[in-house]
């Protein structure tokens, strides 16, 4: 958006309708809403100061939960000595496919590849080995907020699957494997809470099969959400390690007996693709939907102003915006040259929250109209009253986005007793709770014949009582989706 406003005082916003082509109008809100765009590098994308705005509000939640549990914030090297990797068959599986490599500094050839980080676990770990000697050094708390660096070329899209995308990984080291254990579930607590309460986007926790879970790890609890389309988003991981990289790395410290021992460890990391979650989650055919815990701008004032009332017009709006910038975030749209109209396709597009009208007639009967994103509901408040009902008015906003939200992922999760409703209910765009054994075999061949895959293992679901694939006894409750 920007420049000169439209003949006629309607931004022409040309977004491509959801239902018609899900990923056009994905790309359509991302770009125009000024989030994000493509950079000059195939790949990787450039993120906008509105987009990171985002995404600031998304860490600066995250970052309080975790100080206030004893997490500290640190920073790593982002180049990784090929041979770090190499200490970790399993982790170099996993993602020597995706690395770039650095071959050449200035005009001369390195004497050994380094690997643009797409996790950090090999390089923390080697240093780790080096800082961890005693029980008293234990736990480690460490979490760190970086970019990394994998090879989607072939599959881009904006926040969900590019070369480079920001997030948090933490990496911590304990002295017992039941610490490490609680620690896994201990994020991702946190991370439900910030998917949920802060993005209003609901989610599923569970378990990942052997196959899905991370290289490297010994368990893996996996955050997932379902889109519009009918496809699960992977949204965050909390890993246990076991003792798998300690071992590989060498990080053993002295008990209080003086025994030597290998630790415990764990990592875990969300990304900007919550951002994306959000942006189809919750977005419509006039644009994005933010949810005000997450908002740049919560509340965004349109005076609506003509010669003979402008003053008394902008008195009130100003005042207002300061009253209620001390505790929210506030936009006064006191630009010229756009009309009223145009302003609110704009803030429509960005997705504010609340939109606040204040006209001459307004002003007369001591009032103002407040707009709401999410419904298009329109109210008019007494100017005494504002204070009081813009704030409750974002909090029922927040809610009411999770409750939809949380509605269409209940409906949209079906049961499954046999194989044919399996493949039917994935090809009408469900998420499917069911039965499996256990076996690769049956994993695998769902995943041939729907191109789903199970996205968790329920964590306290009691399993089904056969396996929808070969009808053997089920080990697990599962659930099953397409996904990004």
Known sequence: ??????????????????????????????????????????????????????????????DKKL???????????????????SKEKEHVEGFAPEGFVVTEAGSGKLAERL????????????????????????????????????????????????????????????????EAKEE???????????????????????KKTEKEKFAGAVETVSLEALMPDGKALQMGTSHNLGQNFSKAFGITYLDEKQTRKHAWQTSWGVSTRLIGSVIMVHGDDKGLVLPPRIAPIQLAIVPIVYDETREAVMKKATGIAAMLGKELSVKLDDRDG??????????????VPLRMEIGPKDVEKGQVVLVRRDTGEKAFVADKDVGKVVPATLEK??????????????SSTVNADSYDALKKAIS???????????????????????TATIRIISLDAKATKVCVCCGKKAKHSVLIARSY
Not at 19 to 25: C, G, T, V
Not at 147 to 175: D, P
Not at 430 to 450: L, N, P
């Open 397 to 410: 906003i927040q809610a009411s986005l999770f409750a939809k939200a949380k509605q269409f992922l209940e």
């Open 115 to 178: 690997v643009l980080r797409p996790t950090s676990e090999t390089v923390i770990h080697a240093s780790y080995a080096k800082w961890v000697r005693s029980w008293r050094d234990l736990p480690v708390l460490w979490n760190y907020w970086n970019s990394v660096f994998r090879s989607e070329i072939k599959m881009t899209k904006l926040f969900i699957r590019t070369c480079e995308f920001l997030w948090q990984e933490g990496h911590t080291v304990h002295a017992t494997e039941a």
């Open 1 to 62: 958006m920007g420049g000169k406003a439209e003949e006629g005082g309607e931004a022409k916003l040309g977004l491509t309708c959801a239902k018609k082509d899900l990923s056009d109008w994905y790309n359509d809100i991302a770009l125009k809403s000024g989030l994000v765009d493509f950079s000059e590098v195939r790949g990787f994308m450039f993120i906008k100061p509105y987009g990171y705005a985002i995404w600031e509000k998304i860490q600066g939640a995250l």
């Open 338 to 351: 756009y009309t009223p109209g145009w302003k609110f396709n704009e803030w429509e597009l960005k997705g």
């Open 428 to 450: 009408q765009k469900r998420i499917v709770s069911t039965g499996w054994c256990g076996s690769a075999a049956c994993e695998g061949k769902i995943q041939d014949d729907t």
């Open 184 to 206: 896994v579930m201990l994020i991702a607590r946190f991370y439900r809470q910030l998917m949920e309460e802060e993005l209003a986007v609901p989610v599923v926790v569970g």
């Open 67 to 85: 100080k206030a549990s004893g997490h500290a914030n640190a920073y790593a090297p982002a180049l990784i000595p090929e041979k770090l990797l």
